[in-house]
Structure formats: structure tokens, C-alpha cells
């Protein structure tokens, strides 16, 4: 069994680890960094905690050690250390960071004399392996012998190999740096240019935020809120002119939306150029056709690796199965949701125009409940309609919101049923479609970020 990828897929998939080379983290430190990691996450999952240990078992298989004792360091290798203790029927203790204050004083805790033991250290992240080698001089100093130190993760810090070296203490990590990256580039997690930054962090961990000091760097509430605002590039002549937005405002944008316009003038290339950059991409093809047409048009946007897609949903069942059908075969499976009723539509174009009986909202709703009986993910529908679709839906159903205007500017006057992004994630948007009010701004930076803070004051 792999072990290393499963635990690697299974941390990005729990966010155990979160890669954001364009976005990075401020650490404890002060520092600037494109890597977090929180391997507790894995405490919550009873599967993938189980997989640590199991992993942790076979890394003692692997190498032969018949440990006496199994010692955590404190804190978080601690519940790894008696899990695993109790899977191998062996003692447990754990070494504190320092001295106990009262009482005995004791630096080791569980355990009356470690002297002649051999002992398995258990970390569960090491970056230059601090914590862990002062765990192994206190168990040395106890009298125990450390067969090896066994963690989590490892950042592979040439730092981190050198300490370990020097202090004689063989290190095994159930997976590293260089094997989350390779998956994560299998997976479509990171793109080229995030994967260059990621491996020039490596070489010098330190310096590598220096190149960010000119840069706003997002809160973790701002960043999350990124992923869900989604930016239209439209109305753009040239390549060019689209590189430039994409640079100024992907730090800002998680997600740009490649319609018609742009994909017929730029082809595939547009696509990979908002990727370069690190940004997913909605491809804004709303394909109708017959159903065998869709089924290609979808294997052809998932092979492009774009993060979602769409259809018409008047289209009809047979049109959205074989959408589904088109990706299900493909490595990389975009989300796909359905168009129910445009949101530059209203009451009357809907009843006199198009000569469709009923409320905008009894439409939407039939369209969005035919797209879940295709099996599609969501649907693109006003913020407008979401209080009432949203409760007579699945829970985890998409919901793509355009027509949504800025904190103190306009959507477009072609946008009949609009609202502001706090309020449309409110009512239960899951993606924020906003162009004018961004890209016709003066500033459209501070209009992107003034977008995130109102998408989380609430």
C-alpha cells in the first residue's frame, strides 16, 4: 500500500495542508511562507487517523525496529504516540517541551525510568526538527536508546537533515515536501508556476517572502473568500489586455469566468494563462446542443483541466446526462452546473417575451431540479431566487450567483436582480460572479478586497 500518497491526498482533501504560493501564510515567526500545515486535522477523521497509524506500524515494519517504548513530543505528537502505542500493545509516555513547573519537575511524563529502553520518537510535523531532537536528547538523557523519530510530514529542509545528522537520530516521515508537490501537480492542486514557487521556497524558506513585501497579503477569512469570488473576462481585444487584469487581480480572485467572447477570440490559451497565474478557471460556454455534441464539448473543458463549466439547462435531461457522461472517463472531473433563467431576465420578458407561464422563481426552481436529477453539481441563478430554491435542494447543490453588485458600486444595467456579495452568500451563493463592479472601479484592487471584507463581515 501507498502510504505516502494516500496520506498526501488525504491532508489536501481535509486541508491539513494548504499550498498558496501566490497568497502566502504569515507564520508565528513573522515570516512569509506558502505552506500550512495542521496535521491535528487528521485527529478528526477516524479513516485517515487510523491510515497514520497504520502508515506509522509499517514505517516500524519497514526498518526493522522493535521499539521498547513509543514517546510523543508535545503536544500534537502525543495522541499520534498512544494510538499507535495501543496498536504494537507497547508503553507510552511523552516528553514535555519544558520542566514541569511544580510537583516532580519531570521533563518525561508516563513513564518511571526509560533506562536500557528502546525508544520510538513520534512527531507529527518537522520543519528543522527543534522540538523533536530536544525530545531525543531528553530521552538520551533518561538513559533510553532512540531507534528513530517517525512523523507525519517533513518539509525536507536541508536544515532539518543536517540537525538530524548531527545528533545521530535516523528520521522517518510517512510523506514529504517533494511527494505532496508531485501529487499535487498529478492532481491538479497547483499549476506550473505555483509549483516553480513552491520549489525556490525550499532553497532559502527565509528570504522567499521578501518578494511579497510589496504586496497585500489576504487574512485567512479573505483568503477563503477569494475562492469563492469569480471575475468575468469580457470585453477584452487582445491577449494582452487579459493578462494585465488577470496579473493586477488574481491575488484577489480565485476564480475567472471564460465566456464566449474571449474563448472564440483566444482559444484554449486564454485558459491557461489565468492558470499560470493560479487562478481556477469557469468556463462560461453555457454548451446547448444535442446530447452527443455536449457529451464532447464536456470532455474537451475537462481535458482543458478548467475547475467548472456550464450548461443550459432547457436543454433538457438527456443534454445534461451526457454532459456528465463527456468528463466522467477524464482524470481531472470539473464541476458542471446548469443556466436556469438568465439573470438579465425579469417577470415580464419571461411571460410576454419567451411566452413562459409561471414566476421567475417556479421556473428556476423546475430547471434546477432537472439538473439535479441530471446529476450536475449546481446551477447558475440570481442571488434574488436563492431564499426560495435553496431549502428544497440538496445541501451540498452549487449555487453560481451573477448579478451581483459591489459594497458601494453597481453591477451593470443589463442585470435585472442584483445584490451585494455579503448578502448573496448569506441567502446561500456559493460562487460570486462580479465584473463591472471591480473592473469599471477606479482602484479595482481596493474594489476586489473591499468585495472579500464584505463577503465575510457577517
Given at each position: 500500500m ?22 502566502p ?58 494510538a ?64 528513530a ?10 536544515k ?87 496579473e ?36 462560461d ?62 417577470q ?94 477606479e ?16
Open positions: 501507498n502510504y505516502s500518497k494516500q496520506l498526501a491526498q488525504a491532508a489536501l482533501e481535509i486541508k491539513a495542508i494548504k499550498l498558496q504560493p501566490n497568497q501564510f504569515r507564520w508565528a515567526s513573522g515570516y512569509l511562507m506558502p505552506i500550512y500545515n495542521d496535521n491535528r486535522k487528521f485527529l478528526f477523521y477516524p479513516q485517515y487517523r487510523e491510515l497514520v497509524i497504520e502508515a506509522f506500524a509499517e514505517k516500524i515494519k519497514e526498518h526493522n525496529l522493535q521499539p521498547d517504548v513509543i514517546v510523543g513530543v508535545a503536544t500534537s505528537g502525543i495522541p499520534h504516540a498512544v499507535l502505542a495501543n496498536k504494537l500493545n507497547l508503553p507510552t509516555a511523552y516528553v514535555r517541551s519544558k520542566k514541569k513547573g511544580h510537583g516532580l519537575q519531570n521533563l518525561i511524563e508516563g513513564v518511571e525510568t526509560l533506562e536500557n529502553k528502546k525508544v520510538i520518537i513520534i512527531e507529527d510535523l518537522i520543519s528543522t526538527g527543534g522540538s523533536a531532537l530536544e525530545a531525543v536528547k531528553a530521552v538520551r538523557a533518561a538513559g533510553g536508546k532512540v531507534l523519530c517517525l512523523a507525519i510530514f517533513s518539509y525536507s529542509l536541508d532539518s537533515e543536517e540537525n538530524f545528522k548531527d545528533e545521530n537520530c535516523p528520521l522517518f516521515p510517512l510523506f514529504t515536501y517533494d511527494q505532496l508537490l508531485e501529487l499535487a501537480i498529478q492532481e491538479n492542486y497547483l499549476t506550473v508556476n505555483d509549483l516553480q514557487l513552491l520549489q525556490e521556497w525550499r532553497k532559502d524558506p527565509y528570504r522567499w517572502g521578501e518578494q511579497f513585501k510589496e504586496k497585500i497579503i489576504l487574512t485567512e477569512q479573505e483568503q477563503e473568500a477569494r475562492k469563492k469570488l469569480c471575475l468575468p473576462l469580457d470585453d477584452l481585444a487582445t491577449l494582452e489586455e487579459v493578462k494585465s487584469l488577470v493586477e487581480l488574481s491575488p484577489y480572485v480565485g476564480l475567472f469566468k471564460i465566456g464566449k467572447g474571449s474563448f472564440t477570440r483566444f482559444g484554449p490559451e486564454v485558459v491557461k494563462l489565468v492558470q499560470s497565474y493560479g487562478s481556477e478557471v469557469f468556463l460556454l453555457k454548451y446547448h446542443d444535442i446530447p452527443n455534441t455536449v457529451k464532447d464539448a464536456a470532455k474537451a473543458a475537462a481535458e482543458l483541466g478548467v475547475y467548472i463549466f456550464n450548461v443550459h439547462a432547457s436543454g433538457g435531461l438527456e443534454m445534461m446526462q451526457a454532459a456528465k457522461t463527456g468528463i466522467q472517463d477524464s482524470q481531472h472531473k470539473p464541476k458542471i452546473i446548469a443556466v436556469t433563467i438568465l439573470t438579465s431576465l425579469d415580464e420578458q419571461l411571460n410576454q417575451e419567451l411566452n413562459l407561464s409561471g414566476t421567475v422563481e417556479e421556473q428556476v426552481l423546475h430547471l434546477a431540479k432537472l439538473s439535479q436529477q441530471a446529476g450536475l453539481d449546481g446551477i447558475v441563478c440570481s442571488a434574488a431566487d436563492l431564499t426560495s430554491i435553496k431549502n428544497k435542494l440538496p445541501a451540498d447543490f452549487l449555487y453560481v450567483t451573477p448579478g451581483i453588485k459591489g459594497p458601494q458600486t453597481n453591477a451593470g444595467s443589463d442585470q435585472k436582480r442584483v445584490m451585494t456579495p455579503g448578502n448573496a452568500l448569506e441567502d446561500g451563493a456559493s460562487i460570486l460572479v462580479i465584473g463591472r463592479a471591480i473592473t469599471q472601479a482602484d479595482r484592487k481596493a474594489a476586489a478586497l473591499a468585495v472579500l471584507k464584505d463577503m465575510i463581515k457577517k
